[in-house]
């Protein structure tokens, strides 16, 4: 049997089986909610073998939706449409799949649990005492203290893990810049911080992605132009290299933002897992936060491919240890 993970996102759809196969494909869904049932339903056909569906997803806090409840169940819907009759479950930070109809009816259960579900798994590869999980994705970071193979987390939801700082909102691509350094500049949506890690050279340029705050391409020249304006200037005033360094303030800022809510999750953890598109971010947290710590790498230990769609990989995993719903 054929088991397909979905996470399904507010800026991405990801898939994933059990047998190493992933794909993570942009979808906008603030932009266009009514569309999310027709891309699930293309996304679930490129795995014509998928007898049942796993899903989790943190889309709901999209502000196209009126409350999260709204949002999970349009989640549910599009994925039950997209099933086309296949069995779907849904993963719960109670630790467990539940059914459609029960995630309706513990909509908070269910809500952004995709973190849950990538720290169950992610367990396996520290499976005594403690240890500390930093997942940094596009838009956000997840620290996860895990205690002998299990999340340890204070908090539950986005709204409670941000007070814990076990959720902190920033990621390496679409995170406002003034949104990390703050101070005497321009708090417009110039610049994210993929400007600044493509300038840095920590991500690479795409000159087909125009995902970003001004509409043009993310290639180097047009990253040095958007982060030159969030400091009130253009490239006429400002030197390639003062750009440059700008960029570096805001990585430093970053990895000192990751490293202090690290501190805060963890005192001591015996084994530090990363993953995720930033998972050079979070490895410079921990080895600020940490020295000397061992680090497991997911995107080492699963490839590049299965870590980037991590949480969807996770959702298979669980599942072959939990049959039944």
Do not use: H, M
């Given at each position: 049997m054929t088991v397909l993970g979905l996470d399904i996102g507010g800026a991405n759809l990801k898939a994933a089986t059990s047998d190493n196969r992933a794909i993570s494909v942009p979808f906008a869904l603030w932009k266009q909610p009514d569309q999310l049932p027709a891309a699930l339903t293309e996304l679930v056909a490129r795995f014509p073998d998928a007898n049942e569906l796993a899903i989790t997803m943190t889309g709901e806090l999209c502000d196209c939706y009126e409350t999260k409840r709204q949002?999970?169940?349009?989640?549910?819907?599009?994925?039950?449409?997209?099933?086309?009759g296949r069995p779907?479950?849904?993963?719960?930070?109670?630790g467990k799949f539940v059914g459609i109809s029960e995630a309706r009816q513990n909509h908070l259960g269910v809500a952004a649990a995709n973190w849950h579900a990538l720290a169950t798994f992610a367990g396996r590869f520290a499976p005594h005492r403690g240890?500390?999980?930093?997942?940094?994705?596009s838009t956000s970071t997840d620290v996860i203290p895990l205690r002998d193979g299990v999340p340890a987390a204070r908090g539950l939801t986005d709204r409670d893990r941000?007070?814990?700082?076990?959720?902190?909102?920033?990621g390496v691509r679409r995170t406002p810049v003034f949104a990390i350094v703050p101070d005497r500049v321009c708090a417009?949506?110039?610049a994210t911080t993929q400007d600044a890690f493509v300038i840095?050279?920590?991500?690479p340029e795409d000159a087909a992605d125009c995902e970003t705050a001004n509409g043009q391409s993310l290639t180097h020249g047009h990253c040095l132009t958007r982060l030159a304006r969030v400091k009130g200037a253009d490239r006429e005033e400002l030197s390639e290299a003062a750009i440059v360094a700008f960029a570096g303030e805001v990585h430093m800022r970053m990895v000192q933002l990751v490293a202090e809510a690290a501190k805060y999750a963890c005192t001591d953890p015996e084994t530090a897992i990363v993953s995720g598109a930033g998972e050079f971010l979070a490895r410079q947290a921990i080895a600020a936060s940490f020295p000397g710590a061992p680090?497991?790498?997911?995107?080492?230990?699963?490839?590049?491919?299965?870590?980037?769609?991590a949480p969807a990989f996770a959702l298979t995993q669980i599942w072959?240890?939990?049959p039944g719903v």
């Open positions: 949002g999970v169940n349009a989640i549910l819907d599009a994925a039950a449409f997209s099933a086309k779907v479950r849904v993963w719960s930070t109670a240890a500390l999980l930093i997942d940094i994705g941000l007070q814990s700082r076990e959720l902190v909102y920033l417009e949506l110039f840095l050279g920590l991500l680090i497991v790498s997911l995107n080492e230990a699963l490839g590049p491919e299965i870590s980037a769609c072959a240890l939990q």
